[in-house]
C-alpha cells in the first residue's frame, strides 16, 4: 500500500524497490534458451526466406515494389530476431551504442526511403540505390557485433584502393 501511495503522491520509488519491479517484469517475460534459440532461429530464417522471396520476385519481373518490400521486411525480421536472443530492451541499447549509432541510424534511413521510392513514388533506380545502401549498412552494423572486424574490412578496403 505504501507503494501505491508513493507512486500517486509523486515519491521516487527506492532503488531497492525499482530494481524489484524490473526483476518483476523481467521473471514474468522470460524465455527458457531453448524456447530464444528456436524463436531466434525461425524469425531469422523467416527474415532470409522473404529476402529471397524478394529476389526471386525480381528476376521473375513481379517489380520492384515486390522485390523491395519483401527484402526489406526480410531485413527487418531478421534483424529483431536477435532480440529473442538478448531481448529488445538490451538488443536496442546495444543498436543505439556509440560504436553502432551511425550504421544503426543509416539502416533505419535506408530501410524507410526504400519503403518511400518503391510505393510512394516508384522509381526504380532510386528503390535499388537505397536498398544497396541497405544492404551495405546491415551489413556494417552486423561487422560491429565481430570483434575487429570492421578493422579487418577498412584495413583491407584501404589495401585493395592503394595506388
Known sequence: MDKLRRVLSGDEPTPEEESSIITQMNDMSTLSWSTRIKAFCICFGLGI????LGSIAL???????????FYTLGNIISMASTCFLMGPFKQIKKMFADTRLIATSIVIVAIVMTFISAIVLKKTGLTLIF??????AMTWYSLSYIP???????STASACFEV
Request: glycine content about 4%; proline content about 0%.
Open 49 to 52: 526466406f522473404l529476402s529471397l
Open 59 to 69: 528476376f521473375l519481373h513481379r517489380g520492384i515494389v515486390v522485390f523491395a518490400v
Open 131 to 136: 536498398i544497396i545502401i541497405q544492404s551495405l
Open 148 to 154: 575487429y572486424a570492421r578493422d579487418a574490412v577498412r
